[in-house]
């Protein structure tokens, strides 16, 4: 998190000289920069899902991809592979690596192709929240992915003034 606050910082400031804020600016505390500072998924998120039943080989399927704005949020349907169908497995990636599972059982005797929603948000707080829901029968369960490699409150703070002060330098 601090090598990409750096290199925002970097960024912004080379941005600033080229477009010459700093020269217009008698002094360079008086010059008005319009930067957004906007807080993004850094890698992408998805699912990791079964591409061959016998095989087992898995494959990523990104629902929200890296870059995007923060809060974000992002649902897919997919359908139960066969009839009684007991559990889902639910295997979170990040970046295309497999970082979470969450088994959640299945109520009663569904049908083969029972319709199953899925939806995952990343909140303002970067943690995950994840929603599987049946509506045929008005199954829900929810869940949060709690991401404990984040900068506390206060390295955040100490960022953003660093962010803020390589950009006025």
């Given at each position: 998190?601090?090598?990409?606050t750096?290199g925002?910082a970097?960024?912004?400031?080379?941005?600033?000289?080229?477009?010459?804020?700093?020269?217009?600016?008698?002094?360079?505390?008086?010059?008005?920069?319009?930067?957004?500072?906007?807080?993004?998924?850094?890698?992408?998120?998805?699912?990791?899902?079964?591409?061959?039943?016998?095989?087992?080989?898995?494959?990523?399927?990104?629902?929200?991809?890296?870059?995007?704005?923060?809060?974000?949020?992002?649902?897919?349907?997919?359908d139960?592979?066969?009839?009684?169908?007991?559990?889902?497995k639910?295997?979170?990636?990040?970046a295309g690596?497999?970082?979470?599972?969450?088994?959640?059982?299945?109520?009663?005797?569904?049908?083969?192709?029972?319709?199953v929603?899925v939806?995952?948000?990343?909140?303002?707080d970067?943690?995950i929240?994840?929603?599987?829901?049946?509506?045929?029968?008005?199954?829900?369960?929810?869940?949060?992915?709690?991401?404990?490699?984040?900068?506390?409150?206060?390295?955040?703070?100490?960022?953003?003034?660093?962010?803020?002060?390589k950009?006025i330098?």
């Amino acid at each position: 998190d601090k090598a990409v606050t750096y290199g925002a910082a970097l960024y912004a400031g080379m941005r600033y000289q080229e477009l010459g804020i700093a020269e217009e600016a008698q002094d360079k505390r008086e010059a008005k920069v319009s930067l957004k500072l906007e807080d993004v998924c850094a890698h992408s998120i998805g699912l990791l899902l079964t591409k061959d039943a016998i095989t087992k080989e898995k494959v990523d399927y990104v629902l929200i991809e890296e870059n995007t704005p923060i809060v974000a949020e992002a649902e897919q349907e997919f359908d139960t592979a066969y009839a009684g169908q007991t559990y889902i497995k639910i295997e979170l990636t990040e970046a295309g690596n497999k970082f979470t599972e969450q088994t959640i059982r299945l109520p009663g005797s569904l049908p083969m192709g029972t319709k199953v929603k899925v939806r995952i948000r990343v909140n303002s707080d970067h943690l995950i929240e994840v929603a599987m829901q049946i509506p045929s029968i008005g199954f829900m369960k929810e869940y949060q992915v709690p991401r404990t490699n984040n900068l506390s409150e206060e390295e955040q703070q100490e960022m953003s003034g660093l962010v803020a002060s390589k950009i006025i330098e």
